[in-house]
């Protein structure tokens, strides 16, 4: 064999192995290929749904809400959205305006009347979804009658674990009893079971620091807090000392003035402080009705 025959025969030997490898590769590749359509086909199957995605813990019944005359989160205009509007205004100036700078926690805000039965939860339910439909707010309601809690059942919820929870550690972190709800700015947290600690639990450092992660986590959240009654309720007085605003329920006609006068005084003098008269009557366009009045003290 001369030297052309064995140079050919060499070229051949190197053109049949690389055809070989090239056959080998693209064997390679459309398995890889396969693998990788499997592996996307099998995310696929277990990919969460936009409800997985989006769990919500609280799923309220707006219409039934409507019906009750609560605010409504529909487009329709109505008196008592009106009369929430004006109140909210009010208390969001307090929260983000230029009184915030001398309020601590301006952005938290307890409700509550001087005796039970006067409609502080009715208010403070409201004054959330009233809150909640602004563009640019959050809100957190957070149920602190930890002695007759009303929220989730004016709601028409089932109890749930809460606050108690949280506080007596049996929950680690606070979001873990913050519920989401089916209005996307609405957060809610339920007041848990009872404890015969509830005083010391609320004045403890662990309420102080969640009060202060509520107020501070978020710029644009604001917090109400569904306190216990003025009067009688040490509770109360304590909640009042974390929060920048309180909200004080009058019922016309019923709340005595002396009743209002020795609620005040149970609150921080260095909070804003505003009223609410609760089924005020006057008429309306069909001459019946009912109102609801804000008026602030400072």
């Known amino acids: 064999m001369n030297s052309i025959e064995k140079a050919l025969q060499k070229q051949n030997e ?26 996307t086909q099998a995310a696929a199957s277990v990919k969460p749904t936009k409800a997985q995605v989006s ?58 009347s001087s005796r039970p039965g006067e409609g502080k939860t009715f208010t403070a339910v409201n004054l959330a979804l009233s809150i909640a439909l602004e563009q640019d707010k959050t809100v957190l309601l957070v149920d602190a009658d930890v002695l007759k809690p009303n929220v989730m059942r004016t709601l028409e919820q089932k109890n749930t674990v809460g606050l108690m929870e949280f506080l007596l550690g049996e929950k680690d972190n606070i979001s873990e009893v913050m519920c989401t709800t089916n209005l996307e700015n609405l957060r809610i947290i339920p007041a848990g079971k009872s404890h015969h600690l509830s005083t010391e639990l609320l004045a403890s450092e662990k309420m102080q620091e969640a009060v202060q992660e509520f107020a501070n986590r978020y710029p644009d959240r604001v917090v109400i807090v569904d306190t216990p009654p003025l009067l009688g309720i040490n509770e109360t007085a304590i909640l009042a000392n974390l929060a920048g605003q309180a909200l004080v329920v009058v019922e016309e006609t019923k709340t005595k003035l002396a009743d209002v006068s020795n609620a005040v005084k149970q609150l921080n003098p260095d909070m804003a402080i505003g009223f609410v008269v609760n089924k005020a009557e006057k008429a309306n366009s069909d001459g019946s009705g009912y109102g609801y009045y804000y008026a602030g003290a400072n």
């Open 14 to 39: 190197k053109a049949s192995e690389q055809s070989q490898k090239e056959v080998a590769s693209s064997a390679d590749d459309a398995t890889s290929s396969i693998e990788k359509a499997l592996n």
């Open 55 to 112: 769990k919500v813990d609280i799923e309220i019944d707006f219409e039934t809400l409507d019906k009750k005359g609560f605010v409504s989160t529909n487009s329709q205009r109505s008196i008592i959205n009106e009369e929430y509007r004006a109140i909210k205004r009010k208390l969001l100036d307090n929260a983000f305006g230029p009184l915030s700078k001398s309020l601590n926690n301006s952005n938290i805000i307890m409700v509550s």
